[in-house]
């Protein structure tokens, strides 16, 4: 079946030690997302790729960087993760960008130590 | 701006009853409306969707209208199972914009 994939599901890092998050898809969408989720809030979206074209959120930290190295994998790359950034990570694609339905992967929680 | 405006939680009801969650937007144009649901400890899943004014989405017993005159996507169940019991966000995607805006989302628990 055609999905998106998030590994791993946990992940635990200490504080201010760099930690990456991966996501797959095998639906060869065009577009790929970050969100973040924090306990009891909607998701909120961090950056999205367009194929090679990277667009950042204006009010994501700088903490937070991301790489698309081919079409089917996106990497969330946090460099000195704090205790703040524990939270979900929701991976999400769509065919394009407008309007169009996003599908999200099972997320990975993070939590900081 | 977009924002999406969700009815408060949690909810909680027996099985069999009656479900409505209400959700209002505001866009400055024509978004798709979606309706996601997430199971304890996973991620979202698109429940339902409608693409313009008076579409209504439907699936696994669910139902939305888009209303455009009153900026409303309330979603609707008939008969509510336990295993209904998850969070609900109601969520816009406008047009020019590949962002979702997500409502903060309502947990509904379901009764035996």
């Known amino acids: 079946d055609a999905m998106v994939i998030q590994n791993p599901r946990y992940q635990v890092t200490q504080f201010g030690k760099p930690v990456t998050l991966s996501c797959s898809q095998t639906l060869n969408h065009n577009v790929m997302y970050w969100y973040q989720q924090k306990s009891s809030q909607a998701p909120k979206l961090l950056f999205h790729y367009y194929d090679k074209d990277f667009n950042n959120e204006a009010d994501t930290p700088d903490n937070f960087q991301s790489r698309r190295p081919n079409t089917s994998f996106c990497f969330l790359d946090i460099r000195s993760p704090g205790l703040g950034d524990a939270a979900m990570y929701l991976c999400a694609t769509s065919v394009g960008g407008r309007r169009e339905t996003q599908y999200f992967g099972p997320g990975t929680r993070l939590l900081v130590l | 701006g977009d924002s999406v405006t969700q009815m408060e939680g949690p909810v909680t009801l027996s099985e069999e009853a009656f479900l409505t969650i209400n959700c209002t937007y505001t866009?400055?144009?024509?978004?798709?409306l979606f309706w996601y649901v997430q199971y304890p400890g996973e991620g979202l899943q698109l429940l339902l969707k409608?693409?313009?004014?008076?579409d209504k989405g439907s699936n696994k017993g669910f139902e939305a209208t888009y209303r455009k005159e009153t900026t409303s996507f309330h979603l609707e169940k008939g008969s509510v199972q336990v295993s209904d019991s998850a969070v609900y966000f109601c969520?816009?995607?406008?047009?020019?914009?590949?962002?979702?805006?997500f409502g903060t989302g309502t947990r509904l628990t379901v009764i035996p």
């Open positions: 969520a816009l995607s406008e047009n020019g914009a590949n962002n979702l805006f």
């Open positions: 409608a693409t313009k004014a008076d």
């Open positions: 866009a400055t144009g024509y978004p798709s």
